[in-house]
């Protein structure tokens, strides 16, 4: 996450990146009371290891069946189910910022795999990373101090 608190005095702007790929290039305006919820909740999910998903063989057939299943053409039996469990991974649900972005986040004990893809102007772009669920933890709760502290300094006092 690259906060930029300078450019907007209502929204907070942050580029979201998944393994190098810019997430959110579109749209980077947060709202900010939105993104504090958003990042407590995503850190409710991560601050423990957790075992991975039922489904889970590596992060790109996790992806697959996961989107598969978003899309609805994931079959029948246990590829379905397989891809119900994977879609219950899903990871930036921040509004609309992240519209244009499916990205999961499948737990691993301390890793954690990020697997996106983008739909946009350039076409679909996909990114799948493993990271240590200490380092994504970090990096939440490092976005989640500078988004309150931002919306904080904004409210009328």
Do not use: I, Q
């Amino acid at each position: 996450m690259e906060f930029h608190v300078e450019r907007d005095p209502g929204l907070l702007c942050v580029d979201v990146f998944v393994g190098g790929l810019h997430v959110n290039a579109w749209d980077n305006a947060f709202y900010p009371p939105l993104l504090v919820t958003k990042l407590k909740g995503e850190l409710g999910r991560f601050r423990t290891p957790a075992a991975p998903p039922v489904g889970f063989v590596s992060p790109f057939e996790a992806f697959r069946l996961a989107e598969a299943w978003m899309r609805d053409d994931a079959g029948t039996g246990a590829a379905s189910e397989a891809g119900a469990e994977l879609a219950r991974c899903r990871f930036l649900e921040w509004g609309e910022c992240t519209d244009d972005v499916l990205a999961f986040a499948f737990p691993d004990g301390d890793r954690v795999h990020l697997a996106c893809r983008v739909h946009g102007d350039a076409g679909p772009r996909a990114s799948v990373v493993s990271v240590s669920r200490a380092s994504l933890v970090a990096t939440l709760e490092h976005g989640l101090v500078l988004a309150e502290r931002e919306w904080s300094a904004r409210l009328p006092r």
